[in-house]
């Protein structure tokens, strides 16, 4: 008891780096605890919303024409189906000033809605009741997006199949969900059937299935489905956000082991701290017989008891901080989070901080109480312990090179981890060595400076905490801007090269867009040019692949190619990264693919990337379609405006070209604006996150100074003595604050972009496949570094001022 | 069997500084000794040697037949729990504990149950005139009060080997009288004592002085 309480009196003998240490383990498990909540209520959403997406739709059974609606009933029975969700599709004019054609939905409300999940965290309004909706739904309503309707309870005058009714607005889809763009509207099928002439028929019916039996069903279903269609697995083609989702997910699990590093170096700096202090009272406890294990103990108790305050205030602000990570990636946060995933995050935040207390414990324990009785005597022997750690930091960032070259996603989380506590391990060497340097370049008639440089390297093994620790979280903050520019600029180029057209038209599966039909889209006097382009998919070693055919030759292919040259020859295509991944093929390889004329050896004449597709895609020109599979009618058209031209007339015209044909129209700004509002959000929240553990880090910068200052008092007051004046002792602790601050950036930019490099290239390329170009925002780095130096000089001012008020009379006294 | 025999007992630092040469002699029990000598002499490093915490780099000391340099720190630390008591100098109080909690440290040390730890503590500091300041911290009592404690934490488990280091050195003379007058009582009761001082006064209440000089014995 007594043992204890002369440990965990330190809490308020030294209030300061106790509250530095708790704020710091509170910091890395809110990150901690943000990001598991995050991540499972992404997980949730999506899977709730996305019963009108393709990636959780096992199944689509499609036909060239609306087929009988009571086939339904015999494939809904079928073993490992889970749903059969019937759907028809047709288009609405919106009448008004400027009418506007958009795609109607219909689907099943009483067996779901496939928004439903948009409208159950919903503020409390007049239809955020979910029966409510579904009412309104029967008696005709429909659900729209926000632009183009404010508010339910209103109505839209359209014209479907050329009459002219009135239909109420049931509810208002909020903007920038997932599934639906904002020229969506949702019918209940019922009312669709009837709106479009369709009674008793159905377009499309989407299957929910089991996993497991996934393959299985897409062989059997073929004799039950209706006649002229025909089941199509669509469980591949998994949406570009769905993807995204994934590789932030693991990005930002990453972050949060970043941030429970930090946090576990600030540990180990407060009980390295703490340990200096408390050098005489080991040394009299170990003289009045207590045993090493006894004081390794107290440390540890008083770590975990840090850890076991800090991890409950980060669970606490880790709730809180979810919400906002959520926002960022566009996605609900659970109002009930899970008690289990937060005892989870608590656990790892006390553990953690029981692992980080190990350190200075053992140092405690370890020192003799002779030796612990002297004033000098940890700095000593930590001096020479310097240069060890230099040599194990050297190994562990040849480890973290060699690890990195396996292009392996484990091999890559290895390295990173090697190159993190690498560069820890030199920074006591990079310190000794940045003190010789600063004390060349210092001002050789300012005393303070050169005092500074020194008192450096006097003590580099604990200022070499304070670096380590700011040094990781500015590395935190640079890797995560680099990571989130080099993926924004990539899918930005990726977006324009591939989405250069300001309109997609597309057909249902079984249907094409003639030639005729092609003609008179680019007659339309608003459109500049027109691409069209046939999809289809191929069954290759087993899987179904998507394969477009598209006209290669004008470099206008849209493709993005990461190696080798667009083909120019019929038996060359291009493959996407995914398509090297899955099916491990390479660059100039055959690859064998049925055609209507057998299999046909093709060469892989160049690699694109792609970012939608998760099975893979193969590219050919048309020439090379229609010589392999014969004359076929386009599935898409991109279509490009001319300038000045507005995209909602143009979609009009553009529906009206194609009469009666059931035409699919998407805007591309619309989903090119998502991509920039997530990375944007996701910028927003790590940044957050990213400033938070540097201000952490200043704040270690403080109380390292503090605790320095406190050593150094009779030093400081000899210095006094022998005249530096008190401005000269306040520069002094500001100079070393500034140099703390200097190499903690410099290392921290290097080790950002070291880890960087290895999230880009040696984790997500062979984890997803894909290639990301790496781009430096070197604005946003010099920005860090700049505000970092400032900081640090900042975090030096109380010490500064606690040093320059210690009197001279005080150094005569205690002499 | 002496509790004290020092045999030819060496310590040189890993500096290269001689702190002591040679040192032979031997305290009986009961018996109360002044090691004096001028400042650097090798005074503070033979009590350190004789506390066990640290060992000679050449000879032997031996603390009730056990020869310090053939014991582990395990073993040293047990020796020094069980059969040595130290007044340091300066007090060496725990700042953050109690007078009650501070002289109660060895007992803790020792795994002692909690009541007999209060009783025993109580005992103590009723002997040593300090009963009152019991539950005050080492900042809010005077000098010879401090110095009480601190004498009361070194025998409060009744070690055989009483060790002090300037007892007197930073008390006034009539303190510093009452100081001597406790330790010349408690060596009555049978303790060994081993005292470094300057002070001649604190000499001469010993029954031997022993005198260092440039680390090595000569008187």
Known sequence: MIFDALFFRQ??????????TIAAIALAVAVLTAIELANASAARAFADADSHLHDRIGIQIVGSAPFDERGIARIATQPGVVAALPITEDQLLIEGPEPEIVRAVGVDSLARLPIDAEFRNERPGPFSDGGRVQSALFAGGAIVSARLAAHAGASLLVRARGARIRVQIAGVLPAGRAGADSSTVFFDIASA??????????????????????????????????????????????AAVGTLRDAFTHDLDALAAVALLVAALLVANAGAIGVVQRRPEIGILRALGAERGQIFRAFLAEGMTFGAFGALFGVIAGVALAGLAARALGIAVDPSPDPLLLILCWTIGVV????????????????????????????????????VFGTIGGVLLLAGATFAAFSN??????????????????????????????????????????????????????????????????????????????????????????????????????????????????ALREVAHVDSKRTTNVPFRGSLVRLDAQNLERGASGLRIVSGGIPSDREAIVVSERFVAQFHVGLGERISLVTSRGPVPLRIAAIAADYENAIGVITLDTKTDR??????????????????????????????????????????????????????????????????????????????????IAERRTEIELLRVLGLRVRGVRSMVLYEAGM????????????????????????????????????????????????????ALAAGLYPAHVAARLLVRDAVRSE | MRPVVTQAAGKTYASGVVALRG????????????????????????????????????????????????????????????????????????????????????????????????????????RVGIREQA???????????????????????????????????????KTGAEILSLLRELARGGQTIAMATHDMRAADSCDRTLVLRDGALIA
């Open chain 1, 193 to 238: 059937q009837r709106l479009f002439g369709k009674r008793g028929v159905l377009d499309r019916i989407d299957l929910i299935v089991d996993a497991g039996e996934r393959r299985a069903l897409v062989a059997r279903l073929p004799p039950l489905v209706p006649r002229g269609t025909q089941a199509i697995d669509t469980v591949d083609q998994r």
């Open chain 1, 409 to 522: 996603p484990t091999a890559g989380g290895f390295a990173a981890i090697a190159v993190i506590i690498g560069s820890v391990c030199l920074v006591p060497s990079i310190v000794d060595g940045s003190s010789r340097a600063f004390g060349q370049v210092a001002d050789r008639r300012s005393a303070a400076a050169r005092l500074a440089a020194a008192n450096l390297g006097v003590t580099p093994a604990r200022i070499g905490v304070a670096v380590a620790s700011l040094a990781i979280a500015i590395a935190l903050g640079a890797s995560v801007a680099i990571v989130i520019a080099s993926f924004q600029s990539t899918m930005l180029a990726w977006a324009n090269a591939t989405l250069r057209a300001d309109i997609v038209v597309s057909v249902p599966p079984g249907t094409g867009l003639s030639s005729a039909l092609l003609g008179r889209l680019r």
């Open chain 1, 740 to 791: 703390i601050g200097i190499v903690g950036a410099a290392i921290g930019m290097t080790l950002g972009l070291c880890l960087a490099l290895i999230v880009l290239f040696a984790i997500d390329r062979p984890l997803f496949g894909w290639t990301i170009g790496l781009h430096v925002p070197l604005g946003t780095l010099a920005a860090i570094a700049g505000a970092v130096i400032a900081a």
């Open chain 1, 352 to 387: 953690l901080a029981m692992l980080a207390a190990v350190y200075p414990a053992l140092i405690a324990a370890r020192t003799p109480p002779a030796i612990a009785m002297r004033s000098t005597g940890f700095e000593g022997s930590s001096s020479s312990r310097a240069k």
């Open chain 1, 11 to 20: 809490f308020r003998r030294n209030a300061l780096l106790s509250l530095v």
């Open chain 2, 135 to 173: 539950d005050r911290l080492p900042s809010q009592i005077s000098g010879g009060q401090a110095q009480r404690a601190a004498i009361a934490r070194a025998i409060v488990h009744e070690p055989a080997i009483l060790l002090a280091d300037e007892p007197t050195g930073n008390l006034d003379s």
């Open chain 1, 627 to 708: 010589f392999l599979f014969g004359e076929r009618e386009a599935t898409s058209a991109s279509v490009v405006m001319r300038s000045g031209a507005n995209p909602i007339v143009v979609r009009t015209q553009l529906a009206h070209a194609a009469g009666e044909l059931p035409i699919r129209l998407e805007t591309t700004a619309e989903l090119r604006a998502s991509i920039v509002a997530l990375f944007n959000g996701v910028f927003v929240a790590a940044a957050g996150l990213g400033f938070v553990a540097i201000a952490i880090a200043i704040l270690g910068v403080t109380s390292t100074l503090y605790a320095l």
């Open chain 2, 23 to 126: 040192v032979s002699f031997a305290i009986g029990a009961g018996e109360m000794v002044a090691i004096c000598g001028p400042s650097g002499c090798g005074k503070s490093t033979l009590l350190a040697l004789l506390g066990c915490v640290d060992v000679p780099s050449t000879g032997t000391i031996s603390i009730d037949g056990a020869i310090t340099s053939r014991l582990n720190d395990r073993a040293l630390t047990r020796l020094r729990r069980q059969r040595i008591g130290t007044v340091f100098q300066s007090f060496n109080l725990l700042q953050t504990l109690t007078i009650a909690e501070n002289i109660a440290v060895p007992l803790v040390l020792a795994g002692w149950k909690l009541a007999a730890v209060e009783r025993r503590t109580i005992d103590v500091l009723e």
